[in-house]
């Protein structure tokens, strides 16, 4: 039961109408701190690596870490790959244990992003119960976040998305409608719901083919994050938020305590305030008591 991938939990999200955070970690201390206020909480989890930390830190450790804490644990937790541009590169993370795979091919042409994600679908569906994100349309920097609202064609076609989805196999679908990687420089980001309400009614009003994902979760307002969950959207990824609280609290007790050399005392501020952070968004997204 602990050990999921990410449809399996998504869908119930998206009858529901609640969402599942997919919380990005760098380190041990951050991946036990999600593990926990999870299971405080009672919710359904997604734990979230880039390609960078799965290289330096090791995807056989990671995974190795991934299980032990999850086998333990009473609630689904998924490990999920976020935004990985290689195909070979999707395939040895899902040799590895990872249990859902982002390939992001969107910045490819139409035919060649279908290409590219059909063929880590097939590779995972075949290997094990690995689900598939893909994503359309371009999901910018927050440098670019007006331009490419602006700029209809960086966005998720509608029909196009159901053509995706159809055509790959994929289990869920990132379509970019505006959110943006980093923090938002304006407290109303420009975020097209209009757009993500019709490709969620067009791909899931049937029965539930690929939940929705929305990337740049870090900054939206609470508002905005009710209204993508009602519209369809159930899984939520957080990146910037938790990486900044980790150098933030890091630096803060640092700066305090120069003359302390005692990493452990780091590590309990770092994770006791990633535990805020992240019942922050939990709470938000309605998952407690859910798992
Ligand atoms: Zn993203």
Same mark, same amino acid.
């Given at each position: 039961m602990s050990i999921v991938n990410a449809k399996e939990i998504l869908v119930k999200a998206t009858q529901e109408k609640y969402a599942v955070g997919a919380f990005n970690i760098t380190n041990l201390i951050q991946l036990e701190a999600v593990v926990e206020v999870h299971i405080d909480k009672k919710a359904p989890l997604i734990i979230q690596t880039s390609v960078t930390p799965s290289k330096f830190l090791g995807r056989e450790v990671l995974v190795a870490i991934y299980r032990t804490l999850a086998e333990s644990a009473p609630i689904p937790i998924c490990l999920h790959l976020d935004h990985c541009r290689e195909v070979d590169y999707c395939k040895k993370c899902a040799d590895a244990g990872w249990t859902n795979i982002m390939i992001d091919?969107?910045?490819? +042409?139409f035919e060649e992003n279908i290409r590219q994600t059909k063929e880590v679908v097939e590779y995972c569906h075949r290997i094990g119960n690995i689900s598939v994100e893909g994503e359309l349309g371009t999901v910018s920097g927050v440098e670019d976040q007006i331009k490419v609202v602006e700029d209809e064609a960086a966005l998720c076609d509608p029909q196009q998305a159901l053509e995706f989805v159809e055509r790959t196999g994929i289990d869920l679908l990132a379509p970019a409608i505006g959110t943006a990687h980093g923090?938002? &420089?304006? &407290?109303k980001p420009q975020v097209d719901f209009e757009r993500f309400g019709k490709i969620a009614q067009l791909i899931n009003?049937?029965?539930?083919r690929a939940p929705m994902v929305v990337h740049g979760?870090?900054?939206? +307002?609470p508002d905005y994050v009710a209204k993508l969950i009602e519209l369809g959207g159930s899984k939520f990824n957080v990146s910037t938020d938790l990486k900044r609280t980790l150098i933030d609290a890091t630096y803060d007790y640092v700066s305090e305590h120069r003359d302390e050399y005692n990493p452990g005392k780091i590590d309990v501020v770092v994770k006791d305030a990633i535990k805020e952070k992240v019942i922050y968004w939990i709470d938000m997204l309605g998952s407690p008591g859910k798992a």
């Open positions: 091919a969107s910045r490819e +042409p923090v938002y &420089k304006t &407290k009003d049937q029965g539930i979760g870090t900054g939206l +307002p």
